[in-house]
């Protein structure tokens, strides 16, 4: 399994952004997908998860109301829409695959995923 995340890039406190993760190679039926951020000096941390069908999703209470995640199983392709930016938000973003996680969304601990992309920068302006 590969995963390609991208879309970061830099916006002012308050805009918007969606970044992807775009999954190939041998993918199974069902696993969920995980967005995590890290911030310099600072741990990973989980963000939100989607499950296989894309019906159930888990935010972070530091996102929920702002995030949202959504997945298109035709482009093997996972989103993160971001609204009302805040500085905070600026990490290095990365989607991992928790492959154990059958029809239920992932787990909230990096050690619930076993395959990582590469991640992509966000970062917020005041």
């Known amino acids: 399994v590969q995963l390609q995340a991208s879309g970061g890039g830099l916006v002012q406190a308050g805009g918007s952004l969606t970044i992807s993760c775009v999954e190939s190679?041998?993918?199974?039926?069902?696993?969920?997908i995980g967005w995590f951020r890290q911030a310099p000096g600072k741990e990973r941390e989980f963000v939100a998860t989607?499950?296989?069908?894309?019906?159930?999703?888990i935010y972070a209470d530091s996102v929920k109301g702002r995030f949202t995640i959504s997945r298109d199983k035709a482009k093997n392709t996972v989103y993160l829409q971001m609204n009302s930016l805040k500085p905070e938000d600026t990490a290095v973003y990365y989607c991992g695959y928790d492959w154990f996680a059958d029809t239920a969304p992932g787990g909230r601990e990096v050690s619930d995923y076993d395959y990582w992309g590469q991640g992509t920068q966000v970062t917020v302006s005041s």
């Open positions: 190679g041998q993918i199974a039926s069902s696993h969920a």
């Open positions: 989607v499950n296989w069908k894309g019906d159930s999703t």
